[in-house]
């Protein structure tokens, strides 16, 4: 028997991660250099939620995905015409600030009000759905502090995998540490999962997707509200790019055994 | 002045706290010393006697000790770790909150910290400053570093495992002083745990060594051949002789996610770099890898570094490895296994 899902994936865009970073302060706080002109993509551990969301719903007719996600407006229009191929959902974009500075607190009160107010949306069978952490600030506190403000009780981080029951309920596994997974098994919706990789690999294009998601893709972006996020009290003292730069001895001219013997001599010293 | 409150848990002995918690006893030692604020550290256990063993461990710790214990905190879980979590913060009345980021804590300490109306800041590697409080983390996966600090309190901050030294007292007895908690209704049972199905455990977060497996293990060697059965041979031979724990280039892992059977004890959860993990080890040994960020950034925490490639032009390796070995990793690592066995150097 299929379960009906509402499920509301989190997702932000990120800058591609082969892009160099560097770091800037401005008037409005820290940001990168050229941060509206950097390729940008949806947030790796985001989007395999979002995959793993349209998986679940084609198995579960009558259920509803929809990805919220808060960027500014331009860089959300260049990212879903990729994305829109990939999986069905309804967008619920939010116009605000990009990038990894702003306080998390604030991005998630502004999640929350979003995801509470969406139409049609039935709280009880809510499957709050994001990556566990994001590939620009890396908290991953985000979506635990979305779940909180809508009272969902029953969370899970770092999920690769949820396997859903007649009953409603479902088992979900969730790494921890020593490369294994917590298995746990929750009653139903309502529930949070942050999800990691999962299982599925990225869905290849869909033009027919892509053409659904279009009907309601641009009139969304077009009527997106504008988020401003508060501080909170955040203040950054300093934003450097790392400087390890290392002294590399590059060996061209030793045979496998004198390699070995030199990399066992390494590994057994203290 | 400050109140802070550390929270650890204890693992899955029931009574020895974890390695990070004891790492985030130290950090807090230290901050309460700088600041000359109060210290106190709460206990999660399932037992009473479990949380005394506990607290036994750090009576010379100088501290207020807490402690909430029963069998729903057995196990890790959202609604009985928060509200265990917060208990122990309000009842300490903590201005500063340190935490491991263990996947147990990192469940709940955002959640914890909204309860308390409160603000967290994650992946904490080092806190400093004399007259405030001064956090280092890092943004964008491990390519920026920024030092914030905040005014508003009560303040979480979730420490890194691996980035301070662990609390190692003189153990005496000691019983905390027991904190009540009103239980939610629990919707969620955890039944255990599970290790990766192929079978080898290969994700040793202990281990000295990291050995970094890239995709050209899986190409195509000079006889023109894929030597797929070989590599995972040699590689795993490797991990068992050097106790070394592995890990992967993203694309190496994608092509076993694929239905390729090309080295199949690789899974997600050995990937590093921009969407895999960021291991804290020692040495790191890298070996048929190719020069991306993303590979560097799974090794930013890695202290030596070499690596074997027959690309001695590899972007990666200039300026990021200590040495790099123009080689065939196949001659190569099958020469190391072979002298490890030899010599038994682990």
């Known amino acids: 028997m299929a379960n009906v899902l509402h499920i509301v994936v989190c997702a932000g865009v990120v800058p591609d991660p082969l892009q160099t970073l560097e770091p800037v302060t401005g008037p409005n706080g820290p940001g990168l250099k050229n941060e509206m002109v950097l390729p940008a993509v949806l947030d790796p551990w985001a989007a395999s939620a979002l995959y793993e969301a349209a998986a679940l719903a084609a198995k579960n007719p009558g259920s509803k995905v929809w990805l919220v996600s808060l960027g500014p407006k331009a860089k959300l229009q260049q990212v879903m015409m990729t994305v829109a191929q990939k999986a069905g959902f309804e967008l619920v974009p939010i116009d605000g600030p990009i990038g990894g500075f702003p306080d998390a607190h604030s991005t998630a009160a502004v999640l929350a009000e979003t995801i509470a107010a969406l139409p049609g949306l039935d709280r009880e069978k809510l499957l709050l759905f994001g990556g566990w952490e994001s590939a620009t600030r890396g908290a991953g506190v985000t979506l635990q502090l979305v779940g909180e403000r809508l009272g969902i009780a029953d969370q899970f981080q770092g999920v690769d995998e949820i396997n859903l029951r007649d009953d409603g309920s479902f088992e979900v596994l969730e790494r921890v540490e020593g490369g294994k997974h917590q298995v746990s098994v929750c009653l139903g919706a309502p529930a949070v999962l942050g999800w990691a990789t999962g299982n599925l690999a990225e869905p290849r294009n869909n033009p027919q997707i892509g053409m659904a998601n279009m009907r309601s893709l641009m009139p969304a972006l077009q009527k997106a509200k504008t988020a401003k996020l508060e501080a909170n009290g955040l203040r950054y003292l300093s934003i450097n790019l790392p400087k390890q730069q290392r002294t590399t001895r590059v060996v061209k001219d030793l045979t496998p055994d004198q390699i070995a013997a030199e990399l066992v001599e390494w590994i057994g010293a203290e | ?346």
Request: net charge neutral; hydrophobic share 45%.
């Open chain 2, 1 to 346: 002045m400050e109140t802070i409150l550390v929270l650890t848990h204890v693992d899955e002995t029931g009574s020895v706290l974890t390695r990070a918690s004891l790492e985030t006893v130290t950090a807090g030692k230290e901050l309460a010393a700088r600041l000359g604020a109060t210290l106190a550290i709460g206990i999660v256990a399932p037992s009473s006697a479990g949380a005394a063993t506990a607290a036994s461990s750090l009576a010379s710790a100088g501290a207020r000790l807490l402690a909430v214990s029963g069998e729903a905190f057995a196990q890790a879980r959202y609604a009985t770790d928060a509200a265990a979590c917060e208990a122990l913060c309000r009842a300490a009345e903590a201005s500063i909150v340190l935490a491991p980021a263990s996947s147990r804590y990192t469940r709940i300490a955002a959640a914890v910290a909204h309860r308390l109306g409160g603000f967290i800041d994650a992946h904490i590697t080092a806190i400093g400053g004399a007259d405030i409080v001064e956090a280092t983390r890092w943004f964008y996966r491990q390519r920026v570093e920024a030092v914030l600090s905040r005014d508003a309190r009560p303040w979480f901050l979730l420490l890194d495992a691996g980035t301070h030294a662990a609390f190692a007292g003189q153990p005496d007895p000691a019983q905390g002083e027991e904190v009540a908690v009103e239980l939610p209704e629990s919707r969620t049972t955890v039944s255990g745990l599970r290790a990766p199905s192929q079978g080898t455990q290969t994700i040793r977060p202990d281990a000295k060594l990291l050995f970094v497996a890239g995709a050209g293990w899986t190409k195509k060697q000079p006889d023109g051949q894929i030597h797929a059965a070989e590599a995972g041979e040699l590689i795993l031979g490797f991990l068992r002789a050097s106790s070394a724990s592995l890990g992967s280039s993203k694309s190496l892992v994608d092509q076993g996610g694929e239905g390729n059977s090309v080295l199949p004890f690789l899974t997600h959860l050995n990937q590093i770099g921009q969407t895999g993990s960021t291991p804290r080890h020692a040495k790191g040994l890298a070996t048929c890898c190719h020069g991306e960020e993303p590979h560097v950034v799974g090794w930013r925490f890695i202290g030596e570094r070499r690596a074997v490639s027959l690309d001695p032009n590899c972007g990666w390796t200039r300026g990021k490895a200590d040495v790099v070995y123009v080689a065939d990793a196949f001659q190569v690592m099958a020469k190391v296994n072979a002298l490890l066995q030899q010599e038994g150097v682990i």
